[in-house]
T-cell receptor
Framework: DAGVTQSPTHLIKTRGQQVTLRCSPK?????VSWYQQALGQGPQFIFQ???????QRGNFPDRFSGHQFPNYSSELNVNALLLGDSALYLC????????????FGPGTRLTVT | KNEVEQSPQNLTAQEGEFITINCSYS?????LHWLQQHPGGGIVSLFM???GKKKHGRLIATINIQEKHSSLHITASHPRDSAVYIC???????????????FGKGTHLIIQP
């Protein structure tokens, strides 16, 4: 049984560009949450998807958007990249939200130059 | 919004020592997560607990809901336990409910042989 997978592993982009990160949840999980972790900091909640809809959103600008597909996989899109968007992006899947055990993917390391 | 405080921020100990990491939060919660993060980024869920105590191998987690406090203990610590330990709680974000996790800043643990 595959755990949570994320792609790509690493990514380098230029300021102003757009990026799409992907997450496949653990088999059977219907909820995907995305987190941004800057170097030396704790993860920050971006948003959570359930049944193909954004259920909750953290304090991130509209440049951050997402999508969940019928197979529960999810994408995180970031437009108009800023240097400050450089971070590790983590997704976590669960059976029903943050009161359930969370399974984290290995993360995507995004560097914006 | 929940305020999550962890202590200590950094801890260096000798192999075999008993380790305690503390976490306190400001708003009542449904569950608390203890997570482990190794260099390179991957996060592993250690415990999710809503009351009492849980044990897994040499790891023990306790929570006191009334005092809004949780502790993570490591018995007979080993160099392979060296990692960042993070507590996280479900929190209120836009969209309703309490499903995005708010994280503590983490405890950097180093176990020396």
């Amino acid at each position: 049984d595959a755990g949570v997978t994320q792609s790509p592993t690493h990514l380098i982009k230029t300021r102003g560009q757009q990026v799409t990160l992907r997450c496949s949840p653990k088999s059977g999980h219907d909820t995907v949450s995305w987190y941004q972790q800057a170097l030396g900091q704790g993860p920050q909640f971006i948003f959570q998807y359930y049944e193909e809809e954004e259920r909750q959103r953290g304090n991130f600008p509209d440049r951050f958007s997402g999508h969940q597909f019928p197979n529960y996989s999810s994408e995180l899109n970031v437009n108009a990249l800023l240097l400050g968007d450089s971070a590790l992006y983590l997704c976590a899947s669960s059976l029903g939200g943050s009161s359930y055990e969370q399974y984290f993917g290995p993360g995507t390391r995004l560097t914006v130059t | 919004k929940n305020e999550v405080e962890q202590s200590p921020q950094n801890l260096t100990a000798q192999e075999g020592e008993f380790i305690t990491i503390n976490c306190s939060y400001s708003v009542g919660i449904s569950a608390l997560h203890w997570l482990q993060q190794h260099p390179g980024g991957g996060i592993v869920s250690l415990f999710m607990l809503s009351s009492g105590k849980k044990k897994h191998g040499r790891l023990i987690a306790t929570i006191n809901i009334q005092e809004k406090h949780s502790s993570l203990h490591i018995t007979a610590s080993h160099p392979r336990d060296s990692a960042v330990y993070i507590c996280a709680v479900p929190d209120m974000y836009s969209g309703g409910g309490a499903d995005g996790l708010t994280f503590g800043k983490g405890t950097h643990l180093i176990i020396q042989p």
